[in-house]
């Protein structure tokens, strides 16, 4: 039979060990990760527009991640901070992306920061792209290699190309 009295602390005692068995389980959550080239924001405070040159920029900050496609005078640094979810792909949790724009003379003119809410959201088009060839009907690829393969063939009466065979 049980005690009243030890009613009492069976609550506590439960809601304690439910709280440490949730605390162990952050030990088994992997660490963050650092992608692709995060800017430091000290750093960027050095960058001055109108003074700071190409070179300048690339000895501090190292190389861009990307140059503009069709204007190679904007760099960008682009960061992601992510965690391994369910799966093994990536979860995002930070984005960052420091955009340098240089005049032709490769002087510095503007320096813009994007983070995740500057990102913009792409559709996913639902249609499928056709491919070339034949349609072929199921019944038609359940049967197609139907005798084509004769079998007990020897070396000189198959299908020529690929590796030489051995005699």
């Known amino acids: 039979m049980i005690r009243p009295d030890t009613l009492r602390f069976a609550a506590p005692l439960t809601l304690l060990g439910s709280a440490l068995v949730l605390a162990a389980c952050s030990l088994f959550i992997p660490p963050s990760e650092v992608r692709g080239n995060k800017v430091d924001a000290d750093e960027l405070k ?6 700071t040159t190409e070179t300048d920029a690339t ?6 991640t ?3 496609s069709f204007d190679p005078n904007s760099w960008f640094y682009i960061s992601e901070l992510t965690r391994p979810v369910i799966g093994g792909t990536q979860g995002v949790e930070q984005q960052a992306v420091v955009m340098l724009t240089f005049n032709s003379q ?7 920061t994007l983070n995740q809410r500057d990102a913009l959201s792409v559709p996913i088009v639902s249609r499928t792209t056709p491919s070339p060839g034949t349609e072929a009907s199921f019944l038609q690829q359940l049967l197609g290699n139907v005798g084509r393969f004769t079998p007990g063939a020897t070396q000189s009466q198959a299908p020529s190309g690929g590796a030489p ?3």
């Open 46 to 51: 050095q960058l001055v527009p109108g003074t």
């Open 59 to 64: 000895s501090l900050l190292g190389s861009p």
């Open 66 to 68: 990307a140059k503009g």
């Open 106 to 112: 490769g002087v510095l003119q503007h320096v813009q």
């Open 165 to 167: 065979g051995l005699q």
